[in-house]
């Protein structure tokens, strides 16, 4: 899945018609006339069992077809262990779904030439710099939003859990070198988007937030949905994040990622999320307001950058995948099948549109690891195109498990690795300080009743146990973060000069003076 969830430290393993409100308290589906072929026929049920089979404590569903919602409902709770349920104006995480709304307010300002999407993005943001110069000066809006910079999926630590602003952000990705060429291939990159965010700001001379409102949020009446979760201070109709913790969805805390809005910040409901979705399928016009104009919205629906798809049995009608501005684009059962998903801490969405069909589905769920979202999806894609009905549910789910199967496999080859009856070359207090990198900034050891603590900016925190050699693995604090294994590394006097954090990056000593720095990253 295309996700805005970071795998850090956890082992690199991981949104309405306003006239509708009353109508809507019941299932849209019991208001319509019965047909010969109702494609809604056994969802309700359909949705049940599979949210049991899966694990989700609460989700919403919304379809758009020819421009009416034709369904909206809440199914199970906003919050294991207490009794207040989903509806379809209850208030999620959207994640990654932002990007559709990022590259759609870039095309505003396409419309009104005040931005292009061939631009170099140091046009609007000329203190923006990359690792390779040449890329630098190449670098476009166009190439911002579509996921082939080069740098691929990395670089996340900055934005997660970190306290750096938006702008830090993009001042500190000068220092993260690609993992490919430039252009050469698709690679997610989360802090791009937010590079186009910023642009676009700079380009309308107010903040993305503030664009976003006044140009997606308040013309489609999307009076539920917000940029930040400081917003949602005072509402009661709001999902809680769950995590899976010992086969149990367990409920954990919003996180605040404003840092990273642009890639990932939207909260929204189905029922706004479906006026998003009706002005996408009505060409960029929604009850008579523009948009977009329908060529900035076919742009955004071309394919910019090639998605390697190897053959999936589950999909043999599937014969490419292509990412355009914001959206990922696919042929199925012969249509073009237009869509994005988002996860973040303990929630995921899902948007899948079938143009040509002038059918949308939006899903959101306030769980995460499961793979229930899509498998919906194409349950109602299916009903729709009138394809032979197959368990979606039960062929995701066996995925899933298959997959953690071999994540646990993996885990037990590396408990099987470990080195036994080895000890560390120093004394503990020999590996206490602090260390630095030059994107992620500063982290700091401590010894603590006889253990190594090891801080990371205001969210990481981690307890060290000796594994073997000059190897620790790090137990976060947060259930949902994991595990992650710490290496230290000796120079040629036998001191401590580096530590290894979790394939992520190495953090070099800093001299004993900087010993008292604060433990959270320099500013």
Known sequence: MIRTSLPFPHAVAAAAAMGLAAALAAPLAAQRAPTRHDPLAGLDAYVEHAMHDGGVPGLAIAIVKNDSVVFAKGYGLREMGKPDRVDPHTLFAIGSNTKAFTAAVVGTLVDEGKMRWDAPATTYLPGFQLYDPWVTREITIRDLLSHRSGLGRRGDLLWYGSAYSRDEILRRIRYLTPNTSFRSQFGYQNIMFLAAGQAAAAAAGTSWDDLIADRIFRPLHMTESNTSVSALAGRTDVATPHFIINGQPTPIAWRNIDNIGPAGAINSTVLDMARWVRMQLAGGTLDGTTILKPATLAEMRTPQTIIASPPDSLFPSMHFS????????????????????????????????????????????????????????????????????????????????????????????????????????????????????????????????????????????????????????????????????????????????????GGITTFHRQPDTAATAAASPPR
């Open 322 to 501: 292509a990412y355009g501005f914001g959206w990922v684009l696919q042929d199925y059962l012969g249509r073009k099948l237009v869509w994005h998903n988002g996860g973040i801490d303990g929630m995921l969405s899902e948007v899948r549109l079938i143009p040509e069909e002038h059918l949308g589905i939006i899903i959101l769920s306030n769980a995460e690891a499961h793979e229930l979202n899509p498998a919906l999806a194409f349950r109602i894609m299916d009903a729709y195109l009138g394809a032979p009905p197959r368990d979606w549910s039960a062929l995701y789910l066996a995925r899933f498990k298959k997959n953690l199967a071999a994540q646990q496999a993996a885990e037990k080859a590396v408990d099987a690795a470990r080195v036994p009856d080895t000890k560390p070359s120093l004394p503990l207090d020999a590996y206490a300080g602090t260390y630095a990198d030059t994107m992620y900034g500063a982290a700091r050891v401590t010894l603590e009743q006889g253990k190594l603590v090891l801080r990371y900016g205001p969210s990481f925190t981690g307890s060290l146990e000796h594994w073997h050699y000059d190897t620790f693995r790090v137990t976060w604090s947060e259930a949902r973060e994991g595990a992650s294994f710490v290496t230290f590394t000796l120079d040629a006097a036998g001191k401590v000069d580096r530590m290894e954090v």
